[in-house]
């Protein structure tokens, strides 16, 4: 039994926004944006709720997977920016889809988050507990961003991806990998609310992103060709057998580093970083479907999804469509 990827969905918020747009309002520009990144614009929510988006998304990959909202069993939703603590961004959205029946929880593995969620729907439809699954990596990250903080700020953007999975004699996940790090952390972080009882002085202030970004550029060209790597390898699979690489969208010099380091032809990466920017948790699902909707995955075509980011923390999944 594997857990195939029955539909995709995904959803922007209407504002896009350029570099050109940005070197408006800060100290930048599209050639600086650009040539590091390959980043051309983002979209952030102006309006949009991240629930909003997430379902959204939900309903395009529920249409395709012709699968109703009342029979899912589960709905598992990848995020580090929910637009509340609580309730839940899953709960929020089963209320939205009217998923009566399904059983709802968030996954925090910041940009890794879509891949964990998916593997962990993939862990419950194998032991056979549930068979419908709704999987969405969604953020609105621009809440989260310093916009005094040029060198981050400009690299992310706003949006959700989802995925219905379902059980499938012959084609669906045939392996994948996991890790973390969480003794570099440091690179990547962005500090919660401080403790606030009778007992402490809490001065209360507003945290954002930060980020050393050679240091998490190195992480990922040294993590992510090792974890694909081993994923492949799992899978029993050649690295020439892999018809698509559908990876996280932090910055196309990553991606290019990682195609050479596995030595594939990098027409095999598509990539919608240049209109989306990073999305962490959505950035995996929201490409996913791109390349779904425009019929780049025929059945039975090998895929590798690999997301990485905050934690640290990296994964990867090799699955026949
Ligand atoms: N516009 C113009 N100049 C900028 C800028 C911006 N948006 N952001 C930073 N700069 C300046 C810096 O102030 C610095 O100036 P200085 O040399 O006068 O001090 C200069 O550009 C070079 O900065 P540097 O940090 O050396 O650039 P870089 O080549 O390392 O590129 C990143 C920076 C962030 C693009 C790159 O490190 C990166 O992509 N890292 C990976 C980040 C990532 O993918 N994170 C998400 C993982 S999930």
């Given at each position: 039994m594997k857990t195939r990827i029955c539909g995709t969905g995904s959803a922007l918020?209407?504002?896009e926004v350029t570099n050109d747009d940005l070197s408006r309002i800060m100290d930048t520009s599209d050639e600086w944006i650009k040539s590091r990144t390959g980043i051309g614009s983002r979209h952030l929510?102006?309006?949009?709720?991240?629930?909003?988006?997430?379902?959204n998304a939900a309903k395009g990959a529920l249409e395709e997977a012709n699968v109703l909202?009342?029979?899912?069993?589960?709905?598992?939703?990848?995020?580090?920016?929910?637009?509340?603590?609580?309730?839940?961004?899953?709960?929020e959205l089963q209320r939205?889809?009217?998923?009566?029946?399904?059983?709802a929880f968030d996954?925090?593995?910041?940009?890794?988050?879509?891949?964990?969620?998916l593997q962990t729907a993939d862990v419950y439809i194998r032991s056979g507990q549930y068979k419908k699954i709704l999987v969405v990596g969604g953020e609105i990250l621009s809440k989260l961003m310093d916009w005094n903080d040029r060198s981050t700020c400009v690299l992310f953007g706003d949006g959700a991806g989802a995925a219905v999975v379902m059980p499938d004699e012959a084609s669906g996940i045939l392996s994948s990998v996991q890790g973390s790090d969480g003794a570099r952390g440091g690179v990547l972080s962005c500090p919660g609310r401080k403790n606030n009882n009778p007992y402490v002085t809490n001065d209360a202030g507003l945290s954002f992103v930060s980020m050393d970004g050679q240091e998490v550029y190195k992480f990922a060209v040294r993590t992510v060709p090792k974890a694909i790597m081993e994923a492949v390898e799992k899978a029993g699979l050649a690295m020439e057998e892999i018809d698509l690489f559908i990876l996280h969208q932090a910055n196309i010099r990553i991606i290019e580093s990682v195609a050479k380091r596995l030595k594939v032809p990098?027409?095999?990466?598509p990539t919608n970083l240049e209109r989306c920017g990073n999305i962490s948790a959505g950035s995996v699902p929201v490409l996913l479907d791109d390349a779904n909707r425009?019929?780049?995955?025929?059945?039975?075509?090998?895929?590798?999804?690999?997301?990485?980011?905050?934690?640290?923390?990296?994964?990867?999944?090799?699955?026949?469509?």
């Open positions: 918020p209407k504002r929510a102006v309006e949009e709720t991240l629930v909003s988006l997430a379902a909202p009342k029979d899912l069993d589960m709905i598992l939703a990848a995020t580090l920016s929910a637009d509340n603590v609580l309730p839940t961004l899953s709960c939205e889809l009217g998923a009566s029946n399904a059983v996954i925090n593995a910041a940009c890794s988050g879509f891949l964990f969620a990098m027409e095999k990466f425009k019929g780049m995955l025929k059945r039975g075509d090998r895929v590798v999804l690999a997301g990485f980011g905050a934690g640290l923390t990296w994964g990867a999944s090799v699955l026949t469509w």
